[in-house]
Every structure is written in C-alpha cells, then in structure tokens.
C-alpha cells in the first residue's frame, strides 16, 4: 500500500510540472476509491485533475496507510467522492484536518441511503454509479459554469454505459434467480441482491469482514455446502489473502463448485463498466456450466 501511495505522490509530483495556467484551469478532484475516480474522469475529461487514493487491486484496502502525499492532495481537491457507510472512515478526519472553502464532498452512501452498519460495498448496487455521476456532474457544473454543455454531454453518455450493467443485471436475474451461492467476503452482496441470487454463510462473510474469528459452526457449514454441492458459485474475494479463505477455495475447487474472484479495488486499464461487466459475465459463465 505505501508503494502504491508512493508512486501516487510522484506521479502528483509530475503533475505539477505542467504549465501553471494549465493546472490551474483544471479542477482537483480525489475519490478515495479508483472506480469513483474513474467515473470522473468520465464525466470531467481533460477539464479535471483526478486523484484515486485507493488504486490498487493487488492490495488489501482494509491496510490503507494515510501519507502526507495523501493529506496534500486533499487539501488542494476542490471536489472529493467518498464511499462511506464507514467503508473509508480515515477520509472523514482527513477532510476535517485539510479545511477548504467551496469545497464539495460527494459521498455514495449519502445517495443511496445507506449507513454504517449497511453492506459498505456499494459500488457493487448497479443504482449507486448514476447517483455518483449525476451528483459529481452536478458538482462540476456548479464549479465550472462556462463548460455545463460539456458536462452534461458527458453525463449522458455515462449514464448510457452504465445502463449496460443494468440490463446485464435484469438478464441475469432472469436467468439465475434463486441460485444459490456462497462468498468469502459480503463485497459482491449488494450485486448478489440485485441479481436475485440466494447468498449463504453471511454470518461467516460479516465475520470475515470485521477481521474477526467466525465461529466454528458458521465455517462447518460453510465447509458442508462447499463439499456437498449446495451452492453453484463460490465468490472469493481475491485482493484479500487469508488461510481460511484460501482453505475454501481449495475445498471449491476440489468439490467441483465454480470459483469467482471479484476485487474492491478496480484493476488498471479498464474502466468501472468493463470491470463489471467482464465479473457479471464470468458469474453468468460460471452459473451456466456444465456442474451447476
């Protein structure tokens, strides 16, 4: 995570070596996830200086380690995209340490009515990206008044993309309803929901979750449903590492039962739609099989 947060630090350096008309023409957002982030980018084109705090797929984000890089770039934000729900606590007291007047702070959960407590992973809702570009458009336009048309273009051919996840969610749901399925980690669980899949062992997922031990009777269940075939997909999340859910996974694929991997953290050179739109695609490959 500090190399990843490093090399985000340099590249901010860079940036700065740009004309100073230039950078100052464009506005500074930071989204404390690298999705987020990508839907501005989206939205705000050329016309925005974009920061992802959390940007690595191949770390744990639960590690995240605040840098000074990291308190400077947020102090210079004019517009910052939060997840919430208590997923990204840490960006609550940087925000309060790094004051700003004009500032905006767009957070998802405020949007889709959701709180600590809540399954936090809510990039994963399909209805939770609209809200966020449409409140970050709204955000632009009301910093850049003279480029509105541009943002509002943009907007709608986001808004356009997007809708390709929810017609391969309505497709899916049609074809996979009432599948029964397990996970490691409850990140996938607000796309299980819209999808109409019956997610098992959420006790053990919430446990997992929290780092906290789950009880031996929720990992003998879990280990029963693996072994005797009651779900058809096993969904591991693959950007955390543990014994125990690489013990699953083992059990999976031994047990002939589909495994899924999903990430918190969006992988490099793709966008948010292609990144979940190739998981929807490899769910629906994997509940279609011949041992499902």
């Not at 517009?79 to 208590?86: D, T």
């Not at 309803?177 to 996970?183: E, F, I, L, M, S």
Request: glycine letters at 6%; one cysteine or more; hydrophobic letters at 45%.
């Amino acid at each position: 995570m500090k190399a990843a947060l490093a090399g985000l630090a340099f590249a901010f350096c860079v940036g700065q070596a740009v004309p100073a008309l230039a950078a100052e023409e464009q506005i500074a957002v930071v989204a404390t996830e690298n999705f987020y982030g990508d839907i501005a980018r989206q939205i705000g084109g050329d016309r925005v200086a974009v920061v992802s705090i959390m940007s690595n797929p191949d770390q744990d984000p639960h590690l995240f380690e605040t840098t000074p890089a990291t308190v400077r770039q947020i102090a210079k934000a004019q517009i910052v995209i939060v997840n919430g729900a208590n997923y990204d606590p840490w960006m609550e007291k940087l925000l309060a340490a790094t004051p700003r007047a004009g500032r905006v702070v767009i957070t998802a959960a405020d949007l889709t009515g959701r709180k600590a407590g809540d399954n936090p992973h809510l990039w994963y809702d399909p209805a939770t990206m609209p809200a966020v570009a449409t409140a970050f458009a709204d955000a632009l336009t009301k910093t850049d008044t003279v480029h509105a048309s541009d943002y509002a273009a943009r907007l709608k051919a986001t808004l356009e993309t997007l809708e390709r996840i929810t017609a391969r969610v309505a497709q899916l749901k049609a074809k996979h309803a009432g599948a029964a399925v397990t996970a490691t980690e409850p990140v996938f669980g607000p796309m299980a929901e819209a999808l109409g899949l019956t997610m098992r062992n959420q006790r053990f997922q919430l446990a997992m979750m929290n780092d906290t031990e789950p009880s031996a009777r929720d990992l003998a269940a879990f280990e029963r449903d693996l072994k005797e075939r009651k779900v058809r997909v096993l969904i591991y999340n693959s950007q955390v590492s543990e014994k125990l859910t690489e013990r699953l996974r083992e059990i999976a694929i031994r047990s002939k039962v589909p495994v899924v991997g999903v990430t918190e953290t969006m992988p490099a050179n793709t966008s948010f739609q292609d990144w979940v739109l190739g998981e929807l695609d490899a769910l629906d490959k994997a509940l279609s099989g011949p041992n499902s």
